[in-house]
C-alpha cells in the first residue's frame, strides 16, 4: 500500500470535514463553503451546505479567465464519419456560450430541465456544458434507448426543451433520431415546448410540429445575442438527472447535486487518474452513461485537461485499431473503458497486430469499469500494452468510483478479479442477511457507510422514497445491489447483483423490465428473463417464455418477444434468444429458479434442486435450448 494512499484513506475516514474542505479548495466558488457535511438526516443539505458555484464557469471560464484559453479542451475523434476536430478552452466557452443563448431564447432558465436525446457529437457535450452554465438540469437519454423509454423519461423530467440531432451512427448503420424522437413525444403525456434539432450531413431529420427549430438557425439567429451570466448555483442544486435501470420497469432518475460532484471529480482525476492540466484523457463510453457525464464531460474539464469525444465502437471503425490509433494521434495518458471493448478487440486481433504496428503513444494506464473485469481479460491486455490495467468499480448512483487502486497516490497493488480498495471517502463492508459486516472472504451484500461521499447521489428525482429503499434494508448503509467479498489481504471483489439488473456490453439493464414486457404479449403465459454468460459482452439476456393453452404451437412467439423487447425497450436490451417452453422450473412454493436456469443457459452442471416442483422440467428445458440452438443460424 502507497503510503499516500493510506494516509489519504485515514484522514478521508476519521477527518472527514478537513479532508473534503481541502478537496474544496481546488473548486472556484463563487461563495466557498464553511463545513463540508451538514449531517442533519435526509432534511440537511448534504455537502457544502451554503456554498455556491457554477460547474460550466469551473469546467471553462475559470481555465480562460486564468490565461489557458489556448489549451486543447475538446477532441472529437469520430472515424464513422473521418473527423478529427478540436476545440481550445476559448473556442469551447463561445461554443458554449452560443448554446447558451439558444436555450435562454427559448426561455430555458434555472431549474428547467432539458432532454438531451443525441449521439455523440460535440453539440451533446456544448448542450449539457450550456445547461450547467444556465443552472438547467439537463438528463442526457442514450441513443440505444426506444421511443417508450424517451417518452417515459420525458414524463418524468418533464423538459421544458427537447434537443436531439438527426442521425447517430452504429458502426455501419445510421439510426435516424428524429422520428424516435417524434413517436416518444407521441406517447408521451408531457409536452416540451420545444424540439430542437442539429442536423447531420449522413443524413437530415424533419421538422415535423411547428414546435420544431433547426439548431443552426436558431444558432444563427442568437449570433449577436449576449452570453447568459453563469448561473450561482448552490451546491446541493441539480446539475443533472441521470436515468438507470432500477428493478422495475420505471428507470430511475439519479440527481447529481453541483457542488459535491464538483469537488469529487475534481478530487478523482487527481488521484486515481493522474490528470491535470494539458493532459490528455480518453474515456472510451458515450455521453448516455454515467461514465461518460463524469469522465468524457465533466472532469477532464474541471481539471483544465484535454478530453476526446471519440464517436466509434472498438472494432469495425474501421478495425480493431481503432483504440490504440486514437490514443497514439491524440497523446492519451490515461484511457478509461469497459473490459466488453477489450474482449471485442482481442477477439478481433488475438495476437495483438494492430497494436504491435501502431502502439500505445503516451499512455500510462488503462482502466476498466461498468461491469466485472474477468482476470484473462485483464492478462491479455496488460500482456499485450505492457500497461498497467486497474479495473475499478462505480456506480450510476456514485458519479465516480467507489473501489479502486489510486494509480495516483502511487499504489500499484492489483489482483486480477478484484476491483481495488476503497476509494478515499468510502467506507466499505460486506453485510450479511442480519445486516451484520462478515469476516474477510465471505461472501454477502456490499455496502457503503452513510453518509455517502460527496459526488453520489442524495435523491432520485421525483421519488424520494425510491432513494430510501437503497438505505432501508440495512441501517446505516448504502445497499449497492451488488454481492461481493474482501478478501484475506483487503481487496473487494465485486461478483454480480443481487438483484434483477445485468450488465450487458458494459450496459445496465433490468431482467425484471424486460419480462414485464415479454409477459404483456399476445399468447404469453408466463415467462423469466435471466442473463447468461456472453465471450464479449460479458451477459446477455435470455428469455424463457410459456406459452398459453392454445397457443402452444404459434411459431411466432419468439419472434414475438425479442422484437417487442427492441420496440419497447430498445436495440441496446441485446435479447436475441428466447426459448419456448412447457413450464418455468418452480419452487413447491412457487418462486421461478432462475440460478437453476442460469445454469443451463451457461452449459455449466446442474443438479435438480430437492425444493422444485416438477424434477422433469430442467431436462426438458436443456433439451429445447439444445434444439433451438441447432437451429440457429450460424
Ligand atoms: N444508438 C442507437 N443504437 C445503439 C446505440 C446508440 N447509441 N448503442 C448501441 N446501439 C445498438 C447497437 O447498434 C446494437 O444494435 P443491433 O442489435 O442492431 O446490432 C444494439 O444496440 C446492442 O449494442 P451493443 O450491446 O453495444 O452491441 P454491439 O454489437 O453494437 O457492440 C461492443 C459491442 C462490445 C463493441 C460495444 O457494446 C461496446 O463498445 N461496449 C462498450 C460499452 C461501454 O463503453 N460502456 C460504458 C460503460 S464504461
Ligand atoms: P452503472 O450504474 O451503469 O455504472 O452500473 C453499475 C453496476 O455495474 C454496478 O453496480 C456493478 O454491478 C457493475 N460494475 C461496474 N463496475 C464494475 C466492476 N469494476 N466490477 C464489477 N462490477 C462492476
Redesign the pocket.
Known amino acids: 500500500m502507497s503510503e499516500a494512499y493510506a494516509r489519504s484513506f485515514e484522514a478521508s475516514i476519521s477527518d472527514r470535514e478537513g479532508f473534503w474542505m481541502q478537496a474544496a479548495q481546488a473548486v472556484d466558488w463563487v461563495q466557498s463553503p464553511s463545513c463540508a457535511y451538514d449531517p442533519a438526516g435526509a432534511d440537511g443539505r448534504g455537502w457544502f451546505p451554503g456554498a455556491t458555484l457554477n460547474t460550466a464557469h469551473n469546467c471553462i471560464d475559470r481555465h480562460v479567465e486564468a490565461g489557458r484559453g489556448a489549451t486543447q479542451a475538446l477532441i472529437y475523434d469520430s472515424p464513422v464519419t473521418d473527423t478529427v476536430q478540436t476545440w481550445t478552452y476559448a473556442q469551447l466557452q463561445a461554443e458554449v456560450g452560443r448554446v447558451a443563448a439558444m436555450l435562454a431564447r427559448l426561455n430555458v432558465a434555472r431549474g428547467d430541465r432539458v432532454i438531451i436525446y443525441m ?1 455523440m457529437i460535440p453539440q451533446t457535450v456544448f448542450a449539457m456544458l450550456a445547461c450547467a452554465r444556465l443552472g438547467a438540469v439537463h438528463s442526457v437519454v ?3 434507448f426506444a421511443p417508450l423509454e424517451l417518452a417515459k423519461r420525458i414524463d418524468d423530467a418533464t423538459p421544458r426543451i427537447v434537443l436531439t440531432a438527426s442521425c ?1 451512427i ?2 455501419a ?1 445510421t ?1 435516424a433520431y428524429k422520428p424516435m424522437v417524434d413517436e416518444a413525444l407521441a406517447l408521451a403525456q408531457h409536452q416540451p415546448d420545444h424540439v430542437v434539432l442539429f442536423q447531420r450531413e449522413r443524413l437530415s431529420g424533419e421538422l415535423t410540429a411547428p414546435r420544431d427549430i433547426d439548431w443552426m438557425a436558431l444558432h444563427g439567429q442568437c449570433a449577436a445575442d449576449p452570453v447568459p451570466p453563469a448561473a450561482e448555483m448552490a451546491a446541493d442544486d441539480p446539475l443533472y438527472i441521470l436515468y438507470t435501470s432500477g428493478t422495475t420497469g420505471t428507470p430511475k432518475g439519479v440527481v447529481r447535486e453541483n457542488g459535491g460532484h464538483a469537488v469529487a471529480l475534481t478530487w478523482s482525476m487527481a488521484n486515481i487518474y493522474g490528470i491535470g492540466q494539458g493532459d490528455v484523457f480518453w ?4 455521453v ?2 454515467v ?2 457525464h463524469s469522465y468524457i464531460v465533466y472532469a477532464p474539464l474541471l481539471v483544465g485537461a484535454t478530453t476526446v469525444l471519440f464517436e466509434g ?3 469495425g471503425t474501421p478495425d480493431a485499431g481503432t483504440f490504440w490509433r486514437v490514443m497514439s494521434r491524440h497523446g492519451v495518458k490515461a484511457f ?3 473490459p ?2 477489450i ?2 478487440v482481442r477477439k478481433e486481433d488475438p495476437d495483438a497486430h494492430f497494436l504491435r504496428q501502431i502502439g500505445t503513444g503516451e499512455c500510462r494506464v488503462i482502466f476498466l ?2 461491469e466485472r473485469a474477468d482476470p484473462d481479460t485483464i492478462a491479455w491486455a496488460e500482456g499485450m500494452t505492457g500497461l498497467p490495467v486497474i479495473d475499478h468499480w462505480w456506480q450510476t448512483e456514485l458519479g465516480w468510483p467507489g473501489v479502486a487502486t489510486c494509480y495516483a497516490l502511487g499504489d500499484t497493488r492489483r489482483r486480477r478479479g478484484s476491483a481495488g480498495f476503497p476509494v478515499p471517502g468510502y467506507e466499505f463492508a460486506i453485510l450479511g442477511d442480519d445486516g451484520k459486516p462478515l469476516g474477510r472472504e465471505a461472501s454477502g451484500f456490499v455496502a457503503v457507510r452513510e453518509p455517502l461521499p460527496p459526488g453520489a447521489f442524495r435523491t432520485l428525482w421525483n421519488n424520494k422514497a425510491g432513494w430510501e429503499k437503497n438505505f432501508a434494508a440495512f441501517p446505516g448503509w448504502y445497499e449497492t445491489g451488488d454481492a461481493g467479498f474482501i478478501d484475506a489481504d483487503g481487496f473487494i471483489h465485486i461478483m454480480g447483483r443481487t438483484d434483477d439488473i445485468i450488465n ?4 445496465r439493464l433490468s431482467t425484471g423490465q424486460m419480462e414485464q414486457i415479454v409477459a404483456a404479449q399476445d399468447g404469453i403465459a408466463e415467462c423469466a428473463v435471466i442473463g447468461a454468460d456472453d465471450a ?2 460479458g451477459m446477455v439476456p435470455i428469455a424463457f417464455v410459456v406459452p398459453r393453452a392454445g397457443a402452444e404451437n404459434d411459431p411466432t412467439t419468439a419472434k414475438r418477444v425479442i422484437a417487442a423487447v ?1 420496440a419497447e425497450l ?3 436490451a ?1 435479447l ?1 434468444t428466447a426459448h419456448v417452453v412447457q413450464a418455468l422450473p418452480k419452487t413447491r412454493s412457487g418462486k421461478i429458479l432462475r440460478n437453476l436456469l442460469r445454469k443451463i443457459a451457461n452449459g455449466e452442471a446442474w443438479t435438480v434442486p430437492p425444493t422444485i416442483d416438477d424434477p422433469s422440467l430442467p431436462a426438458a428445458i436443456a433439451a429445447v435450448m439444445a434444439q433451438d440452438a441447432a437451429h440457429m443460424p450460424g
Not at 474515456?283 to 458515450?286: C, F, G, L, Q, R
Not at 450487458?504 to 450496459?507: F, M
Open positions: 449521439p442514450f441513443g440505444g447517430g452504429e458502426g448503420r439510426i474515456a472510451a463510453s458515450d448516455g452513461w461514465v461518460g465502437k472498438p472494432v478509461f473503458t469497459a466488453t471493448a474482449r471485442a469499469a461498468g450487458v456490453a458494459g450496459h464479449i459482452k427492441r430498445g436495440a441496446v441485446a436475441k
